[in-house]
């Protein structure tokens, strides 16, 4: 682990940390033409109303417009080039591991909606967007995750109710041993969720008990159909890395809650996600360690459940 933070603070020293400087710079350059304009627009409404003519008014107006378009075109530019410039120098860092290969990123791409629901974790997704899709291999097992919001409507309220912000990811699961279907569900959150355990009865799915590490039933609940034998998808190891996930995340006093199902040769797993990563502000330095290091944490534990999986198959 020291070897590993080492090997990235020298990488960000000598990568990353020249584009974030150089992205701060824009970031000034952005506050000090915004701060300018200000200062201009305040100028040309005191002079519109010492005037006070409508025909000069409304020729004033027309090269504010286009000034003030010009701004949020050029903040607009700074927003979006920011996370795939840095987001791809980390995916770089990460792929020079053996275990890790073709990693690619999207920072528009997501996960389609169609694969998401066929995960049955959530069982409806009237409002589904998504961005920052990495794809790529650990090991011999193809991935994709990507950042998601899902909303749905509401059952007693005429409105959108959000199940799930985060990182939901899709692995491909060989094991030619398994039969039937898996699901884990965080026990926390089971009532927000009864609509993906009827979808899973469905299936002929049912939740079981004692199959399980009695700390793992703490927190999850398991659900699997007739044909399915948790032992042969659901290792002890693999529960335990499951553990030291969310254990790891609550030792840094941040909620994530995780979610998982096996569904035919898929594996899908959601992690929903308490901030936003990489997201960058016009009103604070962008030159930032900590910010750069938590997505690089936050990704790598990913990775590494998904290098579990592959292991099991």
Known sequence: MISTYHDFRQFYNQVVHPE??????????LVRLMTASMILLSACTVLAIYINTLIFT?????????WAAYIGFRIQVFFLEFKPRIVGLILDFIDNDVNYSDLNYSAKGKIAKARFLESLI??????????????????ETEFSMSELRVSEFSDVRSKLDQVFKGVFIIGDYHNLEMKGSLLVLPDEYMKY?????????????????????????????????PDMRIRDVLSED???ELLAFRKN?????????????????NI???????????EPSLWSNTVDFSMVQEFHDD?????????????MN
Request: aromatic share 10%; hydrophobic share 40%; charged share 25%.
């Open 20 to 29: 974030l400087l150089n992205m701060e710079r824009r970031r000034r350059r």
């Open 58 to 66: 409304l020729l004033l107006m027309l090269p504010l417009g286009f």
């Open 122 to 139: 959530f069982a409806r997704a009237e409002d589904y967007t998504g961005e920052d899709l990495i794809t790529g291999k650990v090991r």
């Open 193 to 225: 969720l009864s609509r993906s355990v009827r979808a899973f009865h469905l299936k002929g799915g049912r939740r079981v008990h004692g199959q399980a590490l009695p700390e793992f039933e703490a927190w999850f609940n398991t659900y699997c159909t």
């Open 238 to 240: 693999f529960q335990r």
């Open 249 to 265: 995340y609550q030792q840094m006093n941040r909620s994530k809650d995780l979610y998982l199902s096996i569904m035919g040769d």
């Open 268 to 278: 899908y797993i959601a992690v929903s996600q308490d901030r936003d990563l990489l």
């Open 299 to 311: 990704i790598t534990l990913l990775l590494k459940l998904i290098l579990k999986i592959d292991v």
